[in-house]
């Protein structure tokens, strides 16, 4: 049987309550597939408020974030994060050293011509 697939279901069927509770249901009961259960949580809080799939499947946070794709998604996230920061201090060096330049050859009116739009 295909019941390994049943995280999925919820992209498949819709996303609705009553399926979670069966795909739930049914990997409960095969020992070998209850680690799935974190999955169906994860995929189900795309498409159900978290408040209800926590109430649903008794499911922490806590869980998610000790999974290895939540480390791996946040690391991903903290390296993204820092190249941005980096580029936005880089734009904004460029932009105040333009307008240095610009107020120490023209003076007040530098300033002026440099932040018209």
Not at 16 to 45: H, I, P
Not at 82 to 104: A, P, T, V
Request: glycine fraction near 10%; aromatic fraction near 8%; charge should be negative.
């Amino acid at each position: 049987m295909f019941l390994s697939l049943l995280p999925f279901i919820l992209i498949l069927k819709g996303g609705e309550e009553a399926t979670v509770r069966q795909a739930l249901q049914l990997l409960r009961e095969d020992e070998e597939l209850s680690e799935l259960e974190n999955l169906l949580a994860f995929f189900a809080t795309f498409v159900l408020k978290t408040e209800i799939v926590q109430q649903i499947m008794r499911w922490d946070m806590v869980v998610l974030q000790q999974s290895p794709w939540y480390q791996q998604i946040l690391q991903e996230g903290v390296v993204i994060g820092e190249q941005r920061g980096i580029e936005i201090g880089q734009q904004r060096g460029i932009l105040s050293g333009i307008e240095l330049g610009l107020e120490l050859k023209f003076g007040e009116l530098g300033k002026e011509i440099f932040s018209e739009d």
